[in-house]
C-alpha cells in the first residue's frame, strides 16, 4: 500500500489550476479527471490541458466521461438523468463517449471511467439488454483506441454489476470502486463489495460517507474521509489482499477552500493508515 501513488479526482474547471497546485504541494503525482465539455476538447485545448498537467507533475490516468443533463440531486434524479441508463440521450450519449475516447487517446490515456447509470436488476428487460449491447460496442470501440473502461460503482449492488460485467463479455472491461458510492446508495457494505467484486476493481476513489437512515431511498452524506462509515484500514487490507497496484485516488466531491483542506486532511489521514498497514 504503501508505494503506490496517490490520486486526486480532479475536475477542469475555473478551478482546475487551485487543485493542481495541490496536488503538486501534497506529492499526489495521480488524476482521475472529468471530461470536460465538448466545446472544450479541440486540439488546441488539449495540449494547454496536457501542457499544465506536465507542469503539475501529475499523470492522468483515467478521463471520466459525464453528460450534459446529468442530475445526482437525489437517488431518484440518477436513475432518470445519469450515464446510459435513460433510454432518450442513450444514443447520443454513447456516441459522445465514443468521442471522449479518441480524446483520451490525443492525452495518452489508457482508462475511460463512467456511471453507467442504474443496472436493471432484471436481466431480462429491454434496458439491461441494451446496456449489455451499448457496453459492449464501446468496450470494443475503447479497446481499439488501446483503452480499458472502468464503471464505477455504487448505483446497484455489487452482485448485479459483477452479473452485468460477466454478461458483457470483454476482457477490457472493469470497476472504478468507489467504496463511499455503495454507502451513499445503500448499495450494500463496502468492503464485502470489493472483497465479492475482486480482481475486477483495477482503479479506486478513496471517498467517505454516512449512511442515510433510509439507505437506498434518500442519499447518504458524503464526509472528509475519516468521518464517515468507510473502514479504510479493512479497505486498504483488502485491496492489499487483491493484490492492487493502481493509485488511490482521492475524491471529495465540494468544492472551494473546504475541498482543498479537506483533500490535505484525507492525505494525512491516509499515509497515517498507509503506514501502520
Ligand atoms: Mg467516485
Known amino acids: 500500500m504503501k508505494d503506490l501513488p496517490l490520486g486526486l479526482f480532479i475536475i477542469p474547471d475555473t478551478g482546475l489550476e487551485m487543485r493542481l497546485n495541490t496536488a503538486k504541494s501534497l506529492n499526489i503525482t495521480t488524476a482521475h479527471v472529468l471530461t470536460p465539455p465538448r466545446n472544450e476538447r479541440t486540439s488546441d485545448k488539449i495540449q494547454l490541458l496536457m501542457d499544465k498537467f506536465n507542469e503539475a507533475n501529475v499523470e492522468i490516468t483515467i478521463l471520466f466521461c459525464g453528460f450534459e443533463g446529468e442530475s445526482y440531486a437525489s437517488i431518484a434524479e440518477v436513475e432518470k438523468t445519469v450515464g446510459l441508463a435513460p433510454e432518450p440521450t442513450c444514443h447520443a450519449r454513447l456516441q459522445e463517449c465514443k468521442e471522449i475516447s479518441d480524446f483520451a487517446r490525443a492525452l495518452d490515456v489508457k482508462i475511460l471511467g463512467m456511471h453507467l447509470g442504474f443496472i ?109 462509515d468507510v473502514n479504510f484500514e479493512a479497505f486498504f487490507m483488502t485491496l492489499e489482499e487483491l493484490g492492487y497496484r493502481a493509485p488511490l485516488t482521492i475524491e ?20 497515517n493508515i498507509r503506514n501502520i498497514l
Open 252 to 271: 471529495r466531491e465540494i468544492s472551494g477552500d473546504k475541498q482543498i483542506k479537506d483533500i490535505e486532511n484525507t492525505v494525512l489521514f491516509l499515509n
Open 120 to 228: 436493471p436488476e432484471d436481466t431480462n428487460s429491454e434496458t439491461y439488454r441494451r446496456l449489455l449491447k451499448q457496453t459492449r460496442e464501446l468496450c470494443d470501440y475503447c479497446h481499439n483506441n488501446e483503452q480499458r473502461l472502468h464503471l464505477e460503482t455504487g448505483q446497484e449492488k455489487a452482485e448485479v454489476l459483477l452479473g452485468f460485467i460477466h454478461d458483457v463479455d470483454r476482457v477490457n472491461l472493469a470497476i472504478n470502486f468507489d467504496p463511499a458510492n455503495m454507502i451513499l446508495y445503500g448499495a450494500g457494505e463496502p468492503i464485502s463489495a470489493l472483497r465479492f467484486l475482486g480482481h475486477y476493481v483495477k482503479s479506486v476513489h478513496c471517498k467517505d460517507a454516512k449512511w442515510a437512515d433510509n439507505p437506498g431511498q434518500d442519499w447518504g452524506t458524503e464526509v472528509v474521509a475519516g468521518q464517515g
